[in-house]
């Protein structure tokens, strides 16, 4: 079996394993080519676990939010487009010329237009991060982060904002957050611009769609 058939066949027995369960598609935009889902620039509707998995480890792709669109430009996905040639004969014989065969099977542009069809569903205009794509995003900060965080005052950039914790979260997990959506809290729950001294704080995501739980940050 040639490289690009292995390809769509791991990738229709990969799909075909995803769509078994329950978790909803996320929109992700590829940052390099990546056969048969897309090529480099395309918005693609992906499995949470596809992506978290897959398409997150080096840098394959990034998801698509409100409060995070598109990181390079958009590309449309590429179009397919079958030939047929036509035999040459001689003049002097009464032979019929014959047509080749299609260049691609039929698993192989069942599996084409699919994921075209499934990239069409996008675009940079009309697309907006919906209350499920929010919900995704909170599980996994969830689930990914610690309960508490703990650090010293001193390995601290001072003062300690949500840039820094955004950061932070970023490098520990490959979980992006927007930072105008992070809140800091002291234990009374009141909102704080940022930390500077030791002591027992609190903060959460909190975007227009839905937030995290509150989790805790200590600073020794």
Known sequence: MSCPRLQLSVARQFTRN??????????????????????????????????RNVLHVDNKACYITKDHGPRI?????????????????????????KES???LSLDELSALF??????????????????DLSGIIAREVNSSVPETLSFQLGTLKAPFTATEL?????????????????????SAGKSLENLSETGTYYWKYNSSDGETDRKKIIIN
């Not at 430009?73 to 010329?97: G, Q, S």
């Not at 955004?166 to 002291?186: F, H, P, T």
Request: charged content about 20%; hydrophobic content about 40%.
């Open 18 to 51: 995803i769509s078994r369960g329950k978790s909803k598609k996320v929109p992700v935009q590829l940052l390099t080519d990546f056969p048969p889902h897309g090529v480099k620039g395309q918005i693609i509707d992906v499995a949470p676990s596809f992506m």
């Open 166 to 186: 955004a950061e932070l979260i970023y490098k520990s997990s490959g979980i992006e957050l927007a930072k105008d959506s992070i809140v800091l809290q002291n």
């Open 101 to 103: 065969l299609p260049a």
């Open 73 to 97: 430009p958009v590309v449309d996905a590429p179009k397919v487009v079958l030939t047929r040639t036509t035999k040459k004969v001689k003049t002097a014989e009464p032979v019929t010329p």
């Open 114 to 131: 699919s994921n075209m069809k499934s990239a069409s569903k996008l675009s940079v205009t009309n697309m907006n991060a919906s209350a």
